[in-house]
């Protein structure tokens, strides 16, 4: 019940196009749902988050839609540059738990030239 | 934007030592902080949380003898990893809430320190 699933493990995508990453979740207590990129070899840096009593988020070519009645929530990159091309990470936390972050599998984009 | 760093960056070490990693908050007082560790292409394992003043709580099968962790102050944190073998060779990362701020759920990553152990 505390697991975050994230889908798909890899992804190609071409200059230019959109990528979506999605993430589903079981656990209805979980009220913060953040997004982040690695490049290898670097820590985790915050791109975007989400709270439940919103629906979708906005910042720059990120956007996170969030769907509370299916438990799912996805990232999308509009105009997918190559330097986007990185790990991407969504977690779950929840206050009662002392804010701790649960994270998705992950998702390695590679977004072409 | 909050900075969290780590030290050292990557240590090479010989089996039966141990190795202490510092985690800094440089410019916001970290009343938490958490341990992951990362194996190659997997996901961040939570390892532990220390707040302040008190003790770590570590997660399920993390070793609290062999992971030691201090948070003394409000700005750093410490992991020793004691007596050190191979399969603790991995990708360590902290990371620093600030429960003050506005934005208490927001967590700051550090930039992880790599640990071989030979």
């Known amino acids: 019940q505390q697991q975050v699933k994230q889908s798909p493990q890899s992804l190609i995508v071409q200059k230019g196009g959109i990528s979506i990453i999605n993430c589903a979740y079981e656990n209805t207590a979980f009220d913060y749902f953040p997004w982040y990129q690695q490049f290898p070899g670097k820590g985790p840096a915050l791109l975007i988050a989400i709270r439940p009593d919103v629906s979708e988020k906005k910042e720059g070519r990120f956007t996170i839609s969030f769907n509370k009645s299916a438990k799912q929530f996805s990232l999308h990159i509009m105009d997918s540059q190559p330097g986007d091309s990185a790990t991407y990470f969504c977690a779950a936390s929840m206050m009662d738990s002392s804010y701790k972050l649960i994270f998705g599998s992950g998702t390695r984009l590679l977004v072409r030239p | 934007g909050a900075v969290v760093s780590q030290h050292p960056s990557w240590v090479i070490c010989k089996s039966g030592t141990s190795v202490k990693i510092e985690c800094r908050s440089l410019d916001f007082q970290a009343t938490t902080m958490f341990w992951y560790r990362q194996f190659p292409k997997q996901s961040l394992m939570l390892m532990a949380t220390s707040n302040e003043g008190s003790k770590a709580t570590y997660e399920q099968g993390v070793e609290k003898d062999k992971f030691l962790i201090n948070h003394a102050s409000l700005t750093l944190s410490t992991l020793t990893v004691t007596s050190a073998h191979p399969e603790d060779s991995s990708f360590y990362i902290c990371?620093?809430?600030?429960?003050?701020?506005?934005?208490?759920?927001?967590?700051?990553f550090g930039p992880g320190t790599r640990l071989t152990v030979l």
């Open positions: 990371s620093a809430r600030d429960a003050r701020a506005g934005d208490t759920d927001t967590q700051y």
